[in-house]
């Protein structure tokens, strides 16, 4: 319901369903340790993306750090199942300093999304290829915006080229 009510722009009515699912995921979490991490992981995500985009930034990257620590510790102990999970959290941390205009925090957390996606790409490049892509462009675009145009110019032809022969395949 917090995601219908985020997509519709209700942002106080996404907020509140938000946080009655953060508290019985922390209730389930703490009662069935190991089970619903993901779920409270998760939770922690919406509200990050719904405090990013309401420009209350303090708060998103609170919500943010809270998964990045659920999610670490979950692929400790399922790298495999968990690893895209944490590239995608920390995109999302980019992409929150980047709307604050933390350009430097944005390019750290964009480069931990991008080494773990080419570790994944390793492993299963069919899967996580459209993904690496996403990662040079968004690095790209940072960098474009930041007037480091050679290195921009570089990560955007590796997303180009990855995006041609996507292309190519399908």
């Not at 990045?68 to 944490?86: H, Q, S, T």
């Not at 709307?99 to 430097?104: R, S």
């Not at 459209?130 to 990560?155: P, Q, V």
């Amino acid at each position: 319901l917090g995601g219908l009510f985020f997509k519709s722009h209700h942002y106080k009515k996404a907020e509140d369903m938000y946080l009655k699912a953060l508290e019985k995921h922390k209730q389930l979490s703490e009662k069935t340790v190991g089970t619903y991490e993901s779920d409270l992981a998760s939770t922690y995500i919406n509200l990050g993306c719904l405090f990013d985009t309401t420009k209350h930034y303090k708060a998103s990257e609170d919500m943010y750090l809270k998964a990045l620590e659920i999610n670490k510790g979950m692929c400790e102990k399922n790298v495999d199942a968990y690893e895209p999970i944490l590239a995608s959290t920390y995109n999302n941390m980019g992409s929150l300093f980047y709307n604050a205009k933390q350009y430097k925090k944005a390019e750290d957390m964009y480069l931990k999304a991008l080494e773990i996606r080419k570790r994944l790409c390793e492993k299963n490049t069919e899967a996580f290829e459209s993904d690496l892509a996403a990662s040079y462009a968004t690095l790209g675009s940072l960098y474009c915006d930041t007037n480091r145009d050679s290195e921009s110019e570089d990560f955007f032809i590796k997303a180009l080229r990855i995006y041609e022969h996507l292309f190519e395949k399908n």
